[in-house]
């Protein structure tokens, strides 16, 4: 049942368990079946290696190579001998840990590649739209990452969304709807067109890279409507 706890990892939707490290939401990885979506950064650890031990993990699936997503993908892989899986346009960041480019380059984005990026793992396969990852559907929403995607469930309305937007202030912490600091994002125009692609498909749940799970479609809806109207 959703809400349930498995072994530190919340249960948000029918085998979907989120997995977090403190601050509580900030920073989410998730297992989908027997898939786990994104690694946090390699500060998570052998915490998280532990945390898999109660699911059985088969392949590991990016939704994109920053450092806060990528970081502990080696360390897991190797650990419990899996593949990692990614878009093509994100493989050779996978395969070099080198996260900065195709991050927009800056002072934040070096030191997130300096203390939060793992190492580089071969990339056992490539995946695009269409494609089936468990139960879900890949969806392509680049703009945060050129490679970027998405997972989605039709069945029961459950999108994990990366970060197309986040469900938290990535500075005051407050939970909230936001687009992603156009510091961190490869192309914030294709981020918001990736935006409306999500929302067209009127999902029910929406899990985010970071921030909490989004119960309410309408108010996600809305909020993607708003996206970039100053820019038209």
């Known amino acids: 049942m959703a809400g349930q706890d498995s072994d530190h990892a919340t249960e948000v939707a029918s085998d979907v368990y989120l997995l977090s490290e403190f601050p509580r939401r900030y920073l989410n990885a998730y297992v989908v079946g027997d898939v786990l979506v994104d690694a946090g950064t390699r500060w998570w650890g052998r915490r998280l290696v532990r945390r898999l031990r109660a699911h059985d993990i088969e392949k590991h699936v990016l939704t994109h190579a920053h450092p806060d997503h990528q970081g502990m993908t080696a360390a897991v892989c190797e650990e419990i001998d899996i593949p990692v899986l990614c878009h093509e346009d994100e493989r050779a960041v996978v395969e070099s840990g080198e996260t900065s480019p195709p991050m927009p380059q800056n002072r934040t984005n070096e030191l997130f590649e300096r203390f939060m990026a793992g190492d580089g793992h071969p990339v056992a396969e490539a995946v695009e739209a269409g ?34 937007l986040s469900n938290i202030h990535l500075f005051s912490l407050r939970y909230g709807l936001h687009e992603l600091p156009s510091r961190f994002t490869h192309s914030p125009t294709r981020s918001i067109e990736s935006a409306r692609k999500i929302a067209d498909l009127e999902p029910d749940l929406v899990c985010f890279g970071h921030g909490p799970p989004l119960t309410d479609g309408t108010r996600f809806q809305d909020f993607v409507a708003d996206l970039g109207q100053s820019r038209r």
């Open 131 to 164: 494609d089936s990852v468990g139960e879900f559907e890949v969806v392509e929403t680049p703009g945060n990452a050129p490679g970027h995607i998405s997972l989605w469930r039709e069945a029961d309305g459950t999108v994990l969304l990366g970060d197309v």
